[in-house]
């Protein structure tokens, strides 16, 4: 059974940092990309940042480009986020997914595998 689980979610003061981490288990996905999304309050869920299958490439929404960075080892199968610089308009319940192709895409259909989230607050 395939399984996503994310963590390092909690509080940050804005202009501050937090880094998220998935951990991928059930099978291994070194050949497909994969992205972190977030779901704000009364929002619907956006793409955030996304990751090729070998980690040279990488793909940011224009609202967190230059402060949010995607990482990935998959020899230990897992994905990270470094958040920097956050802003309130940061907070948001953040999941990593799996894609269905092995080149970063921004379109959450594509995603096949999903975790449960983990929740950021950033105050101001």
């Known amino acids: 059974q395939v399984q996503l689980i994310e963590s390092g979610g909690g509080l940050a003061q804005a202009g501050g940092s937090l880094r998220l981490s998935c951990a991928a288990s059930?099978?291994?996905?070194?050949?497909?990309?994969m992205g972190w999304f977030r779901r704000g309050p009364g929002k619907a869920r956006e793409f955030v940042i996304g990751?090729?299958?070998?980690?040279?490439?990488?793909y940011a929404a224009d609202y967190v480009e230059g402060r949010f960075t995607i990482s990935r080892d998959n020899a230990e199968n897992t994905v990270n986020l470094q958040m920097n610089n956050l802003k309130p308009e940061d907070t948001a319940v953040y999941y990593c997914?799996?894609?269905?192709?092995?080149?970063?895409?921004?379109?959450?259909?594509?995603?096949?595998?999903w975790g449960q989230g983990t929740q950021v607050t950033v105050s101001s």
């Open positions: 997914a799996v894609a269905r192709f092995s080149e970063v895409i921004t379109t959450q259909e594509y995603y096949d595998y």
């Open positions: 059930g099978r291994t996905f070194s050949r497909n990309a």
């Open positions: 990751i090729n299958w070998s980690g040279d490439k990488s």
